[in-house]
T-cell receptor, first 115, second 115 residues
Framework: DQQVKQNSPSLSVQEGRISILNCDYT??????FLWYKKYPAEGPTFLIS?????DKNEDGRFTVFLNKSAKHLSLHIVPSQPGDSAVYFC??????????????FGQGTILTVHP | KAGVTQTPRYLIKTRGQQVTLSCSPI?????VSWYQQTPGQGLQFLFE???????NKGNFPGRFSGRQFSNSRSEMNVSTLELGDSALYLC??????????????FGPGTRLTVT
């Protein structure tokens, strides 16, 4: 069962415009969410995270929004740059117990930013 | 600070053999998690170690095992290799997910090919 879903396999945007990547989850025990960026043949790079007690977190060009009631989060990249082209993964975690050290990942969205 | 390192970067093994992969976490990080990435299944959690103890294990057969040393370095072992074990194996370190250090930082991965 896929507890974290990224329903858009790919997204194409123009340089300078906004990129919006979406993620849905089903497990209500998740209380921490993260976004990673990945290039081929490299490990994922941490971008930004958000705790379930917040609904928004910003870091430079990256903003993550969390809608707990809808079990939905999104990553906004403004403005988008060609160097942002990569696969973006949404991940979720829950505190303690049998969830120690475990991130549950979505399937990823390929972002392409055209010059 | 140096990032997470993994060795070797590439491995080719034959069915039935065993393999050991190594991971050195970021200095000061005590939690090490392992993931398998395949095109079909995405990023799947294998197990997590903290203070030389396995605290969590994913849904993988017993052929997959690991350990952690007193300096937080970790190894994972796969015995009796199968073709389906061909994957990118990723190691990630974090401060301590149990106390809120949820952000995991990934190494570059080991690409294992089983022939």
């Amino acid at each position: 069962d896929q507890q974290v879903k990224q329903n858009s396999p790919s997204l194409s945007v123009q340089e300078g415009r906004i990129s919006i990547l979406n993620c849905d989850y089903t497990n209500s025990m998740f209380d921490y969410f993260l976004w990673y960026k990945k290039y081929p043949a490299e490990g994922p790079t941490f971008l930004i995270s958000i705790s379930s007690i917040k609904d928004k977190n910003e870091d430079g060009r990256f903003t993550v929004f969390l809608n707990k009631s809808a079990k939905h989060l999104s990553l906004h990249i403004v403005p988008s740059q060609p160097g942002d082209s990569a696969v973006y993964f949404c991940a979720a975690s829950s505190a303690g117990g049998t969830s120690y050290g475990k991130l549950t990942f979505g399937q990823g969205t390929i972002l392409t930013v055209h010059p | 600070k140096a990032g997470v390192t993994q060795t070797p970067r590439y491995l080719i093994k034959t069915r039935g053999q065993q393999v050991t992969l190594s991971c050195s976490p970021i200095s000061g990080h005590r939690s090490v998690s392992w993931y398998q990435q395949t095109p079909g299944q995405g990023l799947q959690f294998l197990f997590e170690y903290f203070s030389e103890t396995q605290r969590n294990k994913g849904n993988f057969p017993g052929r997959f095992s690991g350990r952690q040393f007193s300096n937080s370095r970790s190894e994972m072992n796969v015995s009796t290799l199968e073709l389906g074990d061909s994957a990118l194996y990723l190691c990630a370190s974090s401060l301590d997910p149990g106390t809120g250090g949820y952000e995991q930082y990934f190494g570059p991965g080991t690409r294992l090919t089983v022939t």
